[in-house]
């Protein structure tokens, strides 16, 4: 083992010395057959540990089983076969935003389960017999091809072999299909050992794994996949929304959100994308203010006798009270005078629009930096005046107006 490999090894060691003990002791007491690592905690630890783990997974983990299997525990079992399983690995990216640059590294994913195969046998390492001198050699089996060995190691003759079935090591896998809750968007997950067989379709997960590449049929284009680590399954959301609004609930989000900003635009993840604004920055904004946007009050392209659809229609008792309309990072969100050629001049106006069609009294226009508050303030004819236009920034210096568009205001 390389040194550098054994000081990652020794890392590994420390870390389960400090966070670990418990959890490894029931493997120890075979109550379970994986430790599950809080990447948080990783992270909490040794930084450059958690940096490593994500940029090379591959090393880093076997180092991380290398070390679990070495651990000094007082017990007669093994913990040579045990499975070390990641989670709570952040930032977690959508199914739409994985590219070219997070190949081969670990990422982490929610979606719901479409798809699940039956879980089979998988060889993990194969044990043959030379037909020849009877010699026993072991290949490990690491790509999608059953591998033979190439020569016998006793008589170094090219076989013929015969597959030792009861001496090869076999592991349970299994195939799922998840798709992105936001969109359309879905990716094959392929996962082993103690994590199958636990999911059916319309299962919410969270997935922990490593996006792999390969050659679609001969193109010069490759299919991608994710290797699967780990597989959680997520609750329910809480379908009782806040009594009162809670101005910490903003501070609390606008810092998410800045750093949420931040993140799309370093990596450049198909932020011109309104869906990643809607699903990155609006939903979280709408929680904050108390809507609970798994419920009837908060309705997703709502199309009630409007000649478009409203990206979120919050409404009060059944009625309309709120437009909300969403655009992408890179779309320019100001007043109705402004003239910036990245600014969509359609936009406040599509807006007021679904308001008066739709009868509210408040429309919300935002890219997900800049948020504009239209308030219809006539009672005998439509006539919307902004009540508010901020920056991401200041948002929680004007919880008094943005009060207004609650839920609560609106009962």
């Known amino acids: 083992m390389r040194p550098e490999n054994v000081e990652i090894k020794e890392r590994w060691k420390e870390f389960y010395r400090r966070y670990c003990k418990n959890e490894i002791s029931k493997i120890a007491q075979n109550e379970k057959t994986s430790l599950v690592v809080n990447f948080g905690e990783v992270e909490k630890y040794d930084p450059d540990l958690a940096d490593d783990l994500v940029l090379h997974p591959d090393g880093i983990r076997r180092a991380a089983e290398d070390a679990l299997a070495d651990f000094d525990i007082a017990a007669e079992t093994s913990l040579e076969h045990a499975r070390v399983r990641f989670s709570n690995i952040y930032p977690s990216t959508k199914i739409y935003e994985l590219s070219s640059d997070d190949v081969n590294k670990m990422v982490s994913i929610e979606g719901i389960v479409r798809k699940s195969s039956d879980a089979e046998p998988k060889v993990l390492e194969a044990a043959f017999e030379c037909q020849r001198c009877g010699n026993l050699t072991n290949v490990e089996q690491t790509g999608k091809e059953f591998t033979e060995p190439h020569q016998c190691r006793g008589c170094e003759r090219q076989g013929p072999f015969r597959l030792l079935e009861d001496q090869s090591d076999f592991v349970d896998a299994q195939k799922l299909r ?46 991608v996949f994710l290797e699967g680590n780990n597989v959680e399954r997520l609750g329910e959301e809480d379908e009782t929304p806040p009594t009162e609004f809670d101005p910490e609930d903003i501070e609390e989000f606008v810092d998410d959100a800045i750093s949420t900003v931040a993140h799309l635009e370093s990596r450049n993840i198909q ?35 409007t000649d478009g659809y409203v990206d979120y229609q919050l409404m009060c008792d059944g009625t309309p009270f709120v437009c909300v309309e969403a655009k992408s990072l890179g779309t320019t969100i100001a007043d109705d005078s402004n003239f910036d050629t990245s600014y969509d001049p359609n936009a406040a106006k599509q807006l007021r629009r679904y308001m008066r069609t739709t009868g509210s009294e408040y429309g919300v226009l935002t890219n997900g930096k800049k948020y504009v508050i239209y308030e219809d ?26 009060a207004r568009i609650t839920p609560v205001e609106s009962s």
Request: proline share 4%; glycine share 8%; no cysteine.
């Open 178 to 223: 998840v798709q992105d809750i936001s969109s359309t968007e879905a990716i094959d997950v392929n996962i082993e050992g103690d994590i199958t067989g636990s999911f059916v379709p319309g299962d919410r997960v969270n997935v922990t794994g490593v996006l792999r590449a390969v050659p679609d049929d001969g193109k010069t284009t490759f299919r």
């Open 271 to 305: 932020h011109q994308k309104e869906l990643v604004t809607r699903e990155n920055l609006v939903t979280p904004f709408l929680k904050a203010l108390g809507w609970n946007v798994t419920n009837e009050d908060v309705i997703v392209e709502y199309n009630g006798d």
């Open 377 to 402: 303030v006539s009672d005998d004819r439509p006539e919307e005046e902004i009540l508010l236009s901020v920056t991401l920034g200041d948002l929680a210096q004007y919880t008094d107006r943005l």
